[in-house]
Structures are given as structure tokens and as C-alpha cells.
């Protein structure tokens, strides 16, 4: 067998059709019937993924690339599923052989294996019982035009623009000293873990560790620090509080913006009454230590009783997620207007207002989100929201007003679906003038991601916060911007940025957890301003002088004692590609 990387997909010797044509997986071939019980499969996935690297498949996997290994993969593996699904294999079937396979690949533990398994089946059979696509298009939907070119009119569309011309771009000049300022907090990726317990198994081999049900560690260096833990562990509940007992000491806040993901990263194990409970808890938590302050929030990918899983609006019955639309009003209800929470409550999208000349716009990311594939049923413009965000944008340029945009998901991550990608950045260059900041976070990582025009002009400048978790090998962290304030004529532009971090090593070895600053980028990077033309002759510059992009890097991580490989090479191509990639599965604009 060999691998066709142009079509990702694996070819049978002698000309033969590929395993990823759909239903043609259960046919006879060389005399006898394809095996179709639990044992098979494993054996034959386990074979492949032999052939393919079994190691590059999983790295690829968690980094979302796409390549044609990937490719091949997701092809392989819908084409199953939907040939069990069209021979009407029984639903306990399909999750045992699925079982089997996590299981003996070694994917994660026998029960997270299951625990995801559990979680997930009903919710797969019905939406590969209800789509349109094959193999090769859910892959195209999924992993961008790098799989397969899309043809079906869901899943390849184009959100209409205003009427109106793109006025002339206006430059943006620094404000006269003295003028206001706002100071922003940015607060992402909580991720708090109430089962957190010092001296618990940190290296317990799962995909989440350092919690009561791991017990205790075998030895001094598997055990979970006070304060966290760099292998696979979420934030301690005295972690968070410290933290934000910290901020409120030390710093003046007008406002908060906090970009999602509040429940820990035990997927195998939710339940809607947990992450409802979560959910109130750490919007209690920051109410009480930050009373007065409005703060602003988007949605995670993990809010939901089963990760990644957010129906259109329009599902009703079993699988609706309005339980989730409703009880995230109740509990962001107490920053938000009356007409916020209209919005929230159908779609968890909504506009507030700053200032007279600001408003701000928290997206709900799940409907770009590749993981949803919920998305697979149609994926054109869910809960009409991009419809909604060039209303909310053509309003604002009529009135002169600017706007920050907030969200989970970057725009530009392998995580989001390409066409809503490309529709939001088509739109994001047509109000250049208006949109002032995008702020973001589900990387962890402490990054950015540059827009384009079409005449290769830097546009726009999307942040990506470092995550408050430690998961994995990073330090928690917090930002604070510094943005023009409320006057006539303001720019309500990121004046600076200043980030501050928490060393694990420290705090755990002296049980002192001292929070300080990491850097400011202006004078890190000595940028005469954030505007995106200044990050993208930053990018220049890193890609020159490799001293200043090492230095980079370790702001990436947080300041993190974890132990990592060099990045250079490949890894330095690779990660100053994603900055300037702000369309998902598109890097037109990297300088190979």
C-alpha cells in the first residue's frame, strides 16, 4: 500500500480504489469479506498508522495541522463510521470496535476511552445519519480546501458586505500625552479544576491528572504542586483567587474581558449539572473579587456538557443546547444590558457599549469551531451571527464609533472552519477603519495573528491571551491593555500591552506565589506603536534576528521552567506562519 498525498489517501497496490471512497470500506476484495468485528479494525488502523507514523499522526493531531497524513486519517475514519452507519451496525456495535481502537492504540486511558465514548455516540450516530456529505467533503468542511475542494452550498458560502464603499483608511496616530486611557484586563482559558489536590498523581497518564480520583503520587516528583503543575493539570481554586486578589491590589481596572473556557479539561467525564455549576461558581467568584467592574465574557469551546458540542439554535429536543443559552444569561446577566442578553439568550453572541465611541462585540467562536460537528449538518452562518456582526459594524462606522471584538476561538486556528474563517476576515478588511482590537484566547499561548488586504497590507491585528491555566507547561498569566480612552476623535487603540505571569517552580517551592510582570511589547520588542504594520515589521524582524524571536518564544510559554526543544528551523517557520495566518488553513501571507 502507498500513500497518495494529493488525495490523502491510502491506494491499494495495482491501481485500486482507496479506503476513503465511503461505503466501499465493507466490500469484498482479494477473494474474501472485509472482517467487520472489533478485532479487525484495531489491528488494521494500528497497521496503518504503522505505515504512516503513528507518532506524526498523534503530534498532527493535537496541533491540528493539515497535512496529507491527516487527510488521509480523517478520511479513513468518517468512511468507517458512515459504512457502519448506512449497514445500520447497532449503535453498542460501533462504540465497542470505537473503544477497542482507543484502547489499543493507546489513545488515552481504557476509561477515558470510554468515558468520551459514552459521551459522544448518540450524538455522532445522529449527525452521520443526517448528513449530506461523504468522507471526502466532511473532511474538505473540516480541515479546509487542503483535503477537498467543498461543492455543497452548505457548507460553502459567502456572508453578504454592506452596500456601502470601504471608505479611505484612515491612519492612526498616537494620542497627544496625557490624553485618557482605559485599562483593559484580559482573563482566558480559567479552566478551573475544584478537584484540584496538592500531592495528587501529576503524571497519571490521562489526559487530565493532579485531581482526588488520581490519588496519591507514587513519588515526590509525580506530586501536584500546591499552586499547580506544569504536566496536565488545571487551575487550583486558591490559584485563581490569589490571582485575582493580586490584580485587584495592584492595578486599575475599567473593564474585563474574559475569552472563555471555564470548566477543566476532564472530557471524558462532564455532565450538564457540573458545567452549570462551574459556570455560576467562577462568575461568582469574579464578581466577588472584582465588584463594579463589568466584566465581559465569551464563550469556550468547553461550556458545553459535551466539548465542542453546540448545536445550531434552530435543534430542538435531545440534543438542544438552549439549557446552555439560558443559563449563561443568568449568570452574565449581572454585567450585561437588557439588550445583551436578548442576544445571548438566542445565539451567546452580544454588543455592549464601552463609551460613547466604543463598543465592544463577544462572538460565540463554536460556530467556527472544526470540532463542532455539529457543523457538518450546515455550517452557513450559524445563528446568523456574522450576518449580525456587519450590521453591528456598519452601524458603528455610520455613528463613528470603533470596536473591539472578543471570542474564544482565533479566527485563524486550525480550530475554526475555513469558509466562516474567510468570511469573517473578508469582513474584518472591509471595516479596517472601525474595528480598533480583536482579542481572543484557546491556543494557552501567549500569540497574535496578523490580517491581510489584498494588497498584502497589514490590516488588522487579532491578540491571542495567555490562559490562566497551566494545561500544559506554561505559567498562569494575565494581560492588561493599555487602550485610547473616551474623548472625541479617540482611536480606542492597544496602546501597549503588559503581561504578568506566576513561576510554579517558585510558588510550589517556597509556598510564596509572587505574580510580576513578564514584559510590556512595546518595550520588549521596542515597537513604536501596535498598530498592525508595527507587528508586521516585528515578524520581519524575528525572522532576521533569532535572538529576539528566542526571546519571543519564551513569552509564548509564559516564562515557563517546563522543558522544551529548541524551536528553530521548521518549528520557527511553522510558528511565525500561524501569526500571520489569521484565515484558517490559508498561509498566503507566510514567508516560506
Not at 485531581?211 to 504536566?231: L, V
Not at 470540532?371 to 456582526?389: A, I, R, Y
Not at 472578543?406 to 472601525?434: K, M
Request: charged content about 20%.
Amino acid at each position: 500500500m502507498e500513500m497518495d498525498a494529493a488525495a490523502g489517501c491510502m491506494q491499494c497496490p495495482g491501481g485500486g480504489g482507496g479506503v476513503c471512497d465511503g461505503p466501499r470500506v465493507g466490500q469484498q476484495r482479494g477473494g474474501g469479506a472485509l472482517q467487520e468485528d472489533g478485532k479487525f479494525f484495531p489491528k488494521l488502523l494500528s497497521h496503518i498508522f504503522d505505515i504512516l507514523s503513528f507518532r506524526k499522526v498523534v503530534a498532527e493531531l493535537k496541533v491540528g495541522k493539515t497535512s496529507p497524513t491527516m487527510c488521509f486519517v480523517c478520511k479513513f475514519g468518517v468512511a468507517l463510521l458512515q459504512h457502519f452507519v448506512e449497514t445500520e451496525k447497532p449503535k453498542e456495535e460501533i462504540a465497542h470496535i470505537a473503544y477497542t481502537i482507543c484502547s489499543t492504540l493507546k489513545l488515552d486511558s481504557d476509561r477515558v476511552c470510554a468515558g468520551i465514548i459514552d459521551l459522544f455516540q448518540d450524538e455522532m450516530m445522529y449527525i452521520f445519519q443526517r448528513t449530506m456529505l461523504g468522507p471526502q467533503e466532511v473532511c474538505g468542511v473540516l480541515m479546509g480546501n487542503e483535503c477537498a475542494r467543498i461543492t455543497s452550498p452548505l457548507h460553502n458560502w459567502t456572508v453578504p458586505l454592506t452596500p456601502l464603499p470601504k471608505p479611505p483608511v484612515q491612519k492612526v496616530l498616537e494620542p497627544l500625552k496625557g490624553s485618557p486611557v482605559l485599562r483593559v484586563l484580559h482573563l482566558s482559558d480559567t479552566h478551573l479544576d475544584p478537584y484540584y489536590m496538592e500531592g495528587s498523581n501529576a503524571d497519571c497518564k490521562e489526559l487530565m491528572c493532579c485531581r482526588i480520583a488520581d490519588g496519591p503520587a507514587p513519588t515526590p516528583s509525580q506530586a501536584a504542586g500546591k499552586w499547580g503543575d506544569y504536566r496536565n493539570c488545571d487551575t487550583p481554586l486558591r490559584t485563581l483567587e490569589n490571582m485575582l486578589r493580586h490584580i485587584t491590589s495592584k492595578h486599575r481596572i475599567d473593564y474585563v474581558i474574559w475569552t472563555g473556557d471555564i470548566p477543566p479539561h476532564d472530557v471524558w467525564n462532564t455532565t450538564k449539572a457540573e458545567q452549570v455549576r462551574l459556570l455560576h461558581l467562577v462568575s461568582k467568584i469574579l464578581a466577588k473579587h472584582l465588584p463594579g467592574t463589568p466584566v465581559y465574557p465569551a464563550l469556550g469551546n468547553h461550556e458545553s456538557a459535551r466539548i465542542n458540542s453546540f448545536p445550531q439554535p434552530e435543534v430542538t429536543g435531545k440534543f438542544s443546547i438552549q439549557w446552555l443559552h439560558e443559563e449563561v444569561t443568568k449568570a452574565w446577566g449581572r454585567w450585561l444590558p437588557v439588550d445583551a442578553q436578548r442576544t445571548l439568550r438566542e445565539g451567546m453572541y452580544y454588543a455592549v457599549r464601552i463609551n460613547p465611541s466604543l463598543r465592544l462585540l463577544s462572538l460565540n467562536m463554536n460556530y467556527c469551531n472544526s470540532q463542532n460537528w455539529w457543523m457538518l449538518l450546515n455550517s452557513t452562518d450559524p445563528g446568523h451571527e456574522l450576518e449580525w456582526l456587519v450590521h453591528q459594524l456598519q452601524d458603528a462606522e455610520l455613528r463613528g464609533e470603533k470596536v473591539h471584538i472578543i471570542g474564544h476561538i482565533p479566527p485563524g486556528h486550525s480550530d475554526c472552519l475555513p469558509v466562516w474563517s474567510a468570511n469573517y476576515y473578508r469582513i474584518i478588511n472591509r471595516f479596517e477603519n472601525t474595528v480598533a482590537g480583536q482579542f481572543f484566547g484557546h491556543s494557552h499561548l501567549d500569540e497574535l495573528e496578523v490580517f491581510y488586504g489584498e494588497d498584502q497590507r497589514p490590516t488588522s491585528v487579532a491578540y491571542i491571551g495567555p490562559s490562566v491555566t497551566s494545561y500544559d507547561g506554561v505559567n498562569p498569566s494575565y494581560r492588561i491593555y493599555t487602550v485610547d480612552g473616551s474623548y472625541p476623535k479617540s482611536s480606542s487603540a492597544v496602546l501597549d500591552h503588559e503581561t504578568y505571569y506566576l513561576n510554579l517552580t517558585e510558588a510550589n517551592l517556597w509556598n510564596r506565589p509572587t505574580w510580576r510582570m513578564s514584559y510590556s511589547a512595546r518595550r520588549e520588542y521596542g515597537m513604536h506603536s501596535l498598530q498592525p504594520d508595527q507587528w508586521d515589521k516585528l515578524l520581519d524582524r524575528f525572522q532576521v534576528d533569532d535572538a529576539l524571536f528566542q526571546k519571543f518564544v519564551r513569552h509564548l510559554y509564559h516564562l515557563s521552567d517546563f522543558p522544551r526543544e529548541e524551536c528553530t528551523g521548521e518549528c520557527k517557520q511553522e510558528t511565525l506562519c500561524r501569526m500571520r495566518t489569521a484565515r484558517s488553513h490559508d498561509s498566503s501571507f507566510c514567508n516560506w
